[in-house]
C-alpha cells in the first residue's frame, strides 16, 4: 500500500480532530501532520491519544502565517491537504466577523499558495452547506445540489463561500488540484459545547436552561461526524479535480425535536426549554442531496441518527473531563454575554 503524508489544518478541532483519529486507524500507513492555530476551539487533549504515535506530528501554527506556512510544506512536503482550519460558529461571526475573513479567506488562500509552491498532489477543502443559503420549510421537496447557487446568510456562511470561490479560482487559473466538499451539520464526540447538540447536553446536565432560538422550527440536516470523515477519505483519493461533492445524512430534524430528544435520552424535564430571541439571519431549513458522492464515489453514512445521538449522549457522559475544562475557561464570559436572557 502506498503510504501518503497528509497536512491536516485543523486538525485540533472537532471535525479535524475526528478526522485525524479516524485516518491514523484507517491508513495506519500514511503520516498525518496536524497545523492549528489552537483557537479557543483547539484543544490538544483531543488528539492525545495520537500524540506518541510515530506516524502524527503536531505544529502550532496559524495558516494565515505564510512563512510559518510555506517552511511547513517545505520541511514536510504533504501529498495531500485537507483544510478544516477555520472559525466555524455563526453566533460569533454574527458578534465579530472579521477573524472569520482573515482565517477563512485569508488563510485557505495562504495553504493553497503553499500548495502550488510545493506542488501538492490534492488540496482539499472542506466547506459547508451553509454557502447554499437556506431552503423554507414548506417546501420538503427542495434539496441543495451541487448546482445550487451560492446566496449566503451570516458573516461565517459569506467567509465559507468566498473560500469556495478562490478554490475554484485557484484551480481554473493555476491549475491546482482541487476537491471541495459542503457538509451538513455534523455531530458526536469532542464537539465544541457552543454548538447546539453538546451545548445543550451540557446545559441539561447541569440542570440549566436550554436557549431553543425563535420558534424552535429551524431544520439541519445531521450527520454523525464519522460519516464526514468517510466521506473526506473517499474524496481524496477517489475524487475527480475540480468538482464540488455535497455529503449528507438525509437526516432532517428540527431543532426542537433535537433538544426533545436529548431531554428525554438523559431523563431531564421539558421545562428546562427556555425560548430565546431569534439568531439573527437565521437560516431556516438546511437539506443535502447527497445523490452525486452516492453515485460517483459509493458513499453512504453508516450511523443513523437514533444511534449516534445516543452515542453521541453516552461519550459526553463517560468524558466530562474534557468538556467540564473547557467550561472552566473563558467560555463562562461567552455565555453569560451570548445568552443575557436566561
Ligand atoms: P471547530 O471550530 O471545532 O475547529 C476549528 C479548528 O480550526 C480549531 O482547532 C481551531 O483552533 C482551528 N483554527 C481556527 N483558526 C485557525 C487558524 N487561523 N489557523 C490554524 N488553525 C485555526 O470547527 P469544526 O466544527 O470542526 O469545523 C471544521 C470545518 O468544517 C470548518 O471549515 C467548518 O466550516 C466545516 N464544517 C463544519 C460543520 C459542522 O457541523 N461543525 C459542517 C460543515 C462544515
Ligand atoms: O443555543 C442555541 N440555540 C439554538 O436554537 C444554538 C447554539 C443554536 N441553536 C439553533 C441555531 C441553528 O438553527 O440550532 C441550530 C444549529 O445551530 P449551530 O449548532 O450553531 O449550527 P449551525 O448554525 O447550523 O452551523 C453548523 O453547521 C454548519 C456549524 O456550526 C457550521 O460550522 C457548519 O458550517
Known amino acids: 500500500m502506498n503510504s501518503k503524508t497528509i497536512l491536516v489544518s485543523g486538525g485540533a478541532g472537532f471535525i479535524g480532530a475526528n478526522f485525524v483519529l479516524y485516518m491514523l486507524k484507517k491508513h495506519p500507513q500514511y503520516k498525518?501532520?496536524?497545523?492549528?492555530?489552537?483557537?479557543?476551539?483547539?484543544?490538544?487533549?483531543?488528539?492525545?491519544?495520537?500524540?506518541?504515535?510515530?506516524?502524527?506530528?503536531?505544529?502550532?501554527?496559524?495558516?494565515?502565517?505564510?512563512?510559518?506556512?510555506?517552511e511547513l510544506f517545505q520541511s514536510t512536503k504533504p501529498d495531500i491537504v485537507v483544510n478544516f482550519a477555520a472559525e466555524s460558529h455563526v453566533d460569533r461571526s454574527i458578534k465579530d466577523p472579521?477573524?472569520?475573513?482573515?482565517?477563512?479567506?485569508?488563510?485557505?488562500?495562504?495553504?493553497?499558495?503553499?500548495?502550488?509552491?510545493?506542488?501538492?498532489?490534492?488540496?482539499?477543502?472542506?466547506?459547508?452547506?451553509?454557502?447554499?443559503g437556506d431552503l423554507p420549510l414548506d417546501k420538503p421537496e427542495l434539496l441543495f445540489t451541487e448546482k445550487t447557487p451560492i446566496h449566503t446568510s451570516s458573516p461565517y456562511s459569506a467567509s465559507k463561500a468566498a473560500a469556495d470561490l478562490l478554490v475554484l479560482a485557484y484551480h481554473r487559473t493555476?491549475?491546482?488540484?482541487?476537491?471541495i466538499s459542503r457538509c451538513s451539520n455534523n455531530y458526536g464526540p469532542y464537539h465544541f459545547p457552543e454548538k447546539l447538540i453538546p451545548l445543550m447536553i451540557v446545559n441539561a446536565l447541569a440542570d440549566k436552561a436550554l436557549p431553543v432560538y425563535g420558534d424552535g422550527l429551524n431544520i439541519r440536516d445531521w450527520l454523525y461526524v464519522e460519516d464526514h470523515c468517510l466521506a473526506v477519505d473517499l474524496i481524496i483519493h477517489?475524487?475527480?479535480?475540480?468538482?464540488?461533492?455535497?455529503?449528507?445524512?438525509?437526516?432532517?430534524?428540527?431543532?426542537?425535536?433535537?433538544?426533545?430528544?436529548?431531554?428525554?435520552e438523559l431523563q431531564k424535564p421539558e421545562s428546562l426549554i427556555r425560548y430565546v430571541k431569534d439568531r439573527a439571519g437565521h437560516d431556516r431549513r438546511y437539506a443535502i442531496d447527497p445523490t452525486k458522492i452516492h453515485n460517483d464515489l459509493g458513499f453512504l453514512p453508516q450511523?443513523?441518527?437514533?444511534?449516534?445521538?445516543?452515542?453521541?449522549?453516552?461519550?459526553y457522559l463517560e468524558n466530562r473531563a474534557w468538556w467540564e475544562d473547557i467550561l472552566k475557561g473563558d467560555y463562562q464570559n461567552y455565555f453569560q454575554e451570548m445568552y443575557q436572557e436566561i
Open 32 to 70: 498525518i501532520i496536524c497545523v492549528d492555530a489552537l483557537t479557543y476551539a483547539g484543544n490538544l487533549k483531543t488528539l492525545s491519544p495520537v500524540m506518541e504515535n510515530p506516524n502524527f506530528s503536531f505544529f502550532k501554527l496559524d495558516i494565515t502565517d505564510r512563512k510559518g506556512i510555506f
Open 98 to 132: 472579521e477573524i472569520f475573513l482573515k482565517t477563512n479567506i485569508l488563510g485557505t488562500q495562504v495553504l493553497m499558495d503553499a500548495s502550488r509552491e510545493f506542488q501538492v498532489e490534492r488540496f482539499h477543502q472542506i466547506s459547508t452547506d451553509e454557502v447554499y
Open 174 to 179: 493555476f491549475n491546482l488540484p482541487v476537491t
Open 238 to 264: 477517489h475524487g475527480v479535480v475540480g468538482e464540488v461533492y455535497n455529503v449528507g445524512g438525509n437526516n432532517e430534524v428540527s431543532n426542537i425535536d433535537i433538544v426533545k430528544i436529548i431531554l428525554k
Open 303 to 315: 450511523t443513523q441518527f437514533k444511534d449516534g445521538i445516543k452515542k453521541t449522549i453516552a461519550w
